[in-house]
């Protein structure tokens, strides 16, 4: 691997020349990294015409390219990974992350143009100009030429060419499509990263007709990443269409949008009639209860999706209720990888889920993530418990931590707030010697060490950070002497102890909103 990355002084003619001649020597260059540099400012048609040739190189990695870098630089890389594929070259992966200057229509669309090529081009960069000249007929003609199966555009800002509208294109006689639409059904890309592009309606329009099949199909793409672009149900109205289409796209990621209920009811739908689509990420999209009662209704028909991610999206127990449902109601249903993080699902929620659809036996489940939510460590054990009493091989994320955890000793630990602390030293020590009571007066044997956690003070708030105690005794009964002390406030200064394991939180409320 060649590196020069975060090397501001890689733009020289200099190192553009040794690069050029490196490639043309070399025979074992497999990743070319060059992000957060100004090369590609610098970069000539020689070098361009040796990646062409190269046949080792498989991966180049130009993220974060300077935005004064000439939008010609960026036609003359897309020509050389055509003529890497022409010359049955190595290049596959192709990352330009963070590169602004798709932001303009015209640079994206003379991109993916300059992927078409003619064999007169090929003359022209490995052979003689002047028999290029004489070449005619199908010499001439341009087909698009491009091994890259993962293409990242992440953070780009990318536009569509001129306002994209479908409805308007499709009256013409001879409508000229966007080169863009044209790649996706040509050539053999697998992968399209378009995450954080801040997409409007014509870029995203442009963007689900190229992986409908309409006016071409697209041909091989399976991972489409169109996470945290600010997609809300008018984007859903243009997507759920192109999925119910697509028969390509195994993996779609539209985490960290604003799909809201309407527009997850729209995608589920759409969903029932697709049968390609493996997994699905929902995370952060505010579907809440009605949008998890359309996703157990897509589960109820749907045969064909793995993979389902509806982390922090307040589903609560009645959403999650809907989705068992859904999961238990289809025979062929495969899901086995179910993420419901952060959701504000009780233990009444999970007690319903365990039973009907883990413990069940009727769901094929073998990935669960549910940390964040409101399930006791006591209750977390009880099923992990049931888990292995049944022979299951589910793994819960949730209940990794029990490794750590111990039954019996954890009857045998409290833990209290010993107030706040300001973070000074007087404050820390005075915070050790309320610890030390548990030495001095008669609450029972503790186990040494106890242990004193200082807490991080909230952004914020006004109050500092508290203190925490955690000290386990030899004998059960000290815990119930601890708590009676404290009730009288003999010990902890009237901080109240809690049994270790019990779900028992302080709620740390809103500001009132200021006026």
């Keep these: 691997m060649i590196d020069i990355s975060n090397n501001l002084k890689a733009n020289t003619a200099a190192v553009v020349e040794a690069f050029f001649k490196l490639l043309k020597i070399s025979g074992s260059i497999q990743t070319l990294k060059m992000d957060k540099t100004d090369f590609v400012t610098a970069i000539t048609q020689d070098f361009c015409v040796a990646l062409g040739q190269n046949k080792t190189i498989e991966n180049l990695v130009l993220d974060a390219i300077s935005n004064t870098t000439p939008a010609r630089k960026f036609n003359l890389l897309a020509k050389a990974c055509a003529m890497n594929k022409m010359k049955d070259g190595s290049l596959s992966y192709l990352s330009a992350f963070n590169s602004h200057k798709f ?29 290029a000249h004489e070449m005619k007929g199908d010499d001439l003609k341009k087909k698009f030429y491009s091994g890259l199966q993962v293409m990242n555009f992440g953070n780009c800002g990318i536009s569509s060419q001129g306002g994209f509208k479908y409805k308007d294109l499709i009256k013409l006689n001879q409508p000229v499509w966007p080169k863009f639409i044209e790649f996706l059904n040509k050539c053999d890309l697998h992968t399209l990263n378009l995450s954080n592009c801040l997409l409007n309606g014509d870029q995203f329009e442009l963007i ?9 199909k697209c041909k ?6 169109l996470s945290n672009n600010w997609l809300n149900k008018e984007h859903a109205k243009l997507l759920a269409p192109a999925m119910e289409e697509n028969s390509t796209i195994e993996f779609l990621d539209m985490s960290q949008n604003n799909l809201g209920v309407y527009g997850v009811t729209l995608l589920a739908r759409s969903l029932q009639k697709n049968s390609t689509l493996k997994g699905l990420n929902l995370f952060k999209n505010t579907l809440d209860v009605d949008g998890s009662r359309a996703l157990g209704e897509m589960l109820k028909v749907n045969s064909t999706i793995e993979f389902l991610d509806v982390a922090h999206n307040r589903i609560r127990q009645k959403g999650l209720e809907a989705i068992s449902e859904g999961i238990i109601a289809n025979k062929n249903c495969k899901i086995s990888t179910l993420g419901l993080r952060m959701n504000f699902i009780n233990e009444d929620g999970f007690a319903d889920f365990f039973s009907k659809v883990i413990f069940s036996g009727k769901s094929k489940i073998s990935h669960l993530y549910i940390n964040e939510n409101n399930l006791s460590n006591l209750k977390a ?10 022979k299951l091989s589910t793994f819960v994320d949730n209940f990794e931590k029990l490794c750590f955890n111990n039954e019996k000793r954890m009857e045998k630990t409290i833990w209290a707030n010993l107030g706040g602390i300001r973070n000074t030293p007087g404050e820390i020590q005075a915070a050790r010697m309320r610890a030390n009571e548990f030495y001095t007066k008669k609450t029972g044997l503790v ?15 006004t109050s500092p950070g ?7 005794f030899e004998d059960i009964r000290s815990v119930a002497n601890v708590i009676s002390l404290a009730s009288k406030g003999r010990v902890l200064n009237g901080c109240r102890p809690y049994c270790a394991g019990t779900n028992t939180y302080v709620q740390i409320r809103k500001s009132k909103r200021k006026n």
């Design 208 to 216: 689900t007709v190229a992986i409908s099949n309409q006016p071409y």
């Design 381 to 390: 054990i009880e099923y992990s418990a049931q888990i292995k009493e049944k």
């Design 447 to 461: 186990r040494a060490p106890f242990r004193v956690k200082f807490g991080k003070k909230i952004p914020g708030k």
């Design 103 to 131: 932001s303009a229509s015209t640079n994206f669309n003379t991109f993916f143009d300059s992927f078409r090529i003619s064999e007169q081009d090929h003359e022209m960069w490995y052979g003689e100009t002047k028999i």
């Design 220 to 225: 091989s793409l399976k991972v489409l990443n």
């Design 466 to 472: 508290s203190v925490y105690l955690v000290a386990e």
